[in-house]
């Protein structure tokens, strides 16, 4: 295979920023024939910069197929496990997200840089130190935040209480034993409190359904109580989708209020959908990171150490809302104010 320079530059990059050193071992995990030129060539840019690499190559078969969260090939295989565990960094092309074998390869202190977009998004959302600070800010923020609410003109207002649950970062690198990010990103998130969730939101055009890879293009009303979903109204055909999505789960704990956190990363664009040409192959990592979003959430609470594992999950990106942390302001119709987080421009 030959190596497009190109690509090799970038992913040197992306491997000196989650800080590759000699002697360090590189594992990339990949599934069946999926991302092979990436894998590749991070292999040649991990080598480059001394480490010690290989890739761990893995079937998904049938039961874990790409969507099923918490499912995967690494279930009860033990040496790859083991493998994992003893790896320095590991390139995650298969997808842990929400998984035990994840934290279990956490815990053992190996850093997981999970890579799964095409590369012209790799390159389009490509991180920085600046995002990096800034996203640190927002976790730091919603740690010592008891309340988090959020509003819309459209009608949303809605309370979390915070404080049972840890704060997540993702800004696109990792440089800390132990870490887990998203390349690329650029968000923070925590979860709301059990049964401490209260309010209403309104999802208006423009907003994004993730799990549809489309855009919200008649209202959808969610009326919320003690942390669960109680009513989804709307005359559209966009609640309707959204009602029936959820019921076919046939699983009452789809209805929970999942995540909650704000978007940005500058680099990320709210209407990719509407202009790639590559949606298949593409994720929904612009969608989650644009910036100034307000990241809401339906599903599973896992990723926070909840229990809640329902397969059914709603990425649900707003724009033009405003929130706040305790009494202070973070974003006002769907810009970030806090100078902390602001980008300079
Ligand atoms: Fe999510």
Known sequence: MTIDAEKL?????????????????VVVLTADDEWREHAQIFMVAAGNLGART???????????????????????????????????????????????????????????LRVMEPFHI????????????????????????????????AGTDITYRLGQYPVISEYGYTDEPGRW?????????TQGNDGG???????????????????????????????MVVEVAGEGLDADLVRSY?????????????????GLNEKARWYQFAVTR????????????????VLFSLGPNLEVGGSNDTACHLDLP???CSLWLDDVQVLRDGDVIHPQMRVAR
């Open 181 to 189: 990010d998203h390349f690329p990103s650029g968000f923070a998130f």
């Open 278 to 293: 590559d949606l298949a192959s593409e994720h929904v990592m612009n969608a989650l990171s644009f910036y100034g979003n």
């Open 197 to 227: 969730i209260e309010g209403s939101v309104v999802l208006q055009p423009g907003d994004v359904l993730c799990a549809f890879k489309k855009y919200v293009e008649s209202p959808i009303r969610l009326r919320v109580e003690k942390g």
């Open 122 to 153: 790799l390159r389009q959302m490509f991180p920085t130190e600046d995002l990096r600070r800034r996203v640190e800010h927002a976790k730091a923020m919603m740690e010592k935040a008891r309340k988090l609410r959020f509003t819309s003109a």
């Open 54 to 112: 290989f890739n761990l190559n893995v079937r998904r078969g049938q039961a874990n197929a790409v969507g099923v969260q918490g499912r995967h090939p690494l279930v009860d295989n033990e040496l790859a496990m083991r493998t994992l565990k003893s790896a320095s960094l590991v390139i995650d092309m298969v997808g842990l997200l929400f998984s035990r074998e994840q934290a279990q390869i956490q815990a053992a202190g190996a850093r997981i």
């Open 9 to 25: 530059d970038l992913f040197t990059r992306e491997l000196q920023l989650c800080a590759v050193k000699p002697g360090e071992t």
């Open 246 to 262: 959820i019921e076919s789960f046939h699983d009452p704990r789809a209805y929970a209020i999942s995540h909650i956190g704000w």
């Open 318 to 320: 707003m724009r033009r």
